[in-house]
DNA sequence: GTTAGTGCAAACCTTTTGCAGCTAT
DNA sequence: ATAGCTGCAAAAGGTTTGCACTAAC
């Protein structure tokens, strides 16, 4: 019921997010099962886990359809997702000179977006 | 002497390290004034801010020479830098694209690292 | 009867805040 | 006295854990 939760609400819920859809489904439902069967479901692999930097996770269901990476903005806290592909280049040569497998969806990056620069604050 | 003791300290201590070592030469210094004198120095734009993903905030003195970003593994959590210059492409491709600054400096990137992946452990 | 999963409540950890006091202007 | 920074203690927020109970094999 949890991973259906997280599927029917989209986008990047917050633990606590699932914890009050999945709670009108089942009454009584305590927020501890919900942080345990998002971590059972994180391992088994069937969801990921997002830092937004916001301090609370976020969680979506993996899809291999719509991978895709965020842009969040350190002015606003505005986040806009970019089609994973874009990191292509950079995760073979991360690869090819550190050994390292990036993360292939849902990796955080930070800077500003383009209204907060329109805004014309220096950097 | 909060940002002399970031700088003491080197690499990415947590607010907590910090906390810790400036007490040792201030005596009955509080926690809550590191918090206030560590965002005081992030606002002003000398140190960095960094999360790792470990659900405390790391923190590093600003330095020009030395920019770099840090590969998190997804498994083990060992940290890894990679020097700023890898992202250049990839920074260049979003300001294009989305009008997105990305930071040049301190972003996390997760994934798995070359020892990790030897293990072995499928993906 | 042993295992796995649950509710509940309390604990935990990092970070923030309210308040009184001190220092220098 | 006024503004700014401090210590202290307590709160806040998100997350985790201990324990007793239930349901399933």
Do not use: M, W
């Not at 269901?61 to 969040?72: C, G, K, P, S, Y």
């Amino acid at each position: 019921v949890i991973l259906e939760t997280v599927a029917h609400l989209g986008g990047h819920p917050t633990a606590h997010e699932v914890f009050q859809e999945a709670r009108a489904r089942l009454r009584g439902l305590n927020q501890a099962t919900v942080y345990r069967n998002l971590d059972a479901l994180h391992d088994a692999g069937l969801i990921d886990s997002i830092d937004p930097g916001t301090g609370q996770a976020g969680f979506a269901v993996r899809d291999a359809a719509h991978l895709h990476h965020h842009l969040v903005c350190s002015e606003c806290g505005g986040v806009t997702e970019v089609p994973a592909k874009v990191l292509d280049r950079l995760a073979a040569t991360l690869l090819q000179s550190h050994g390292f497998d990036l993360g292939t969806d849902h990796l955080t990056l930070v800077g500003r977006c383009r209204s907060c620069r329109s805004k014309g604050v220096p950097g």
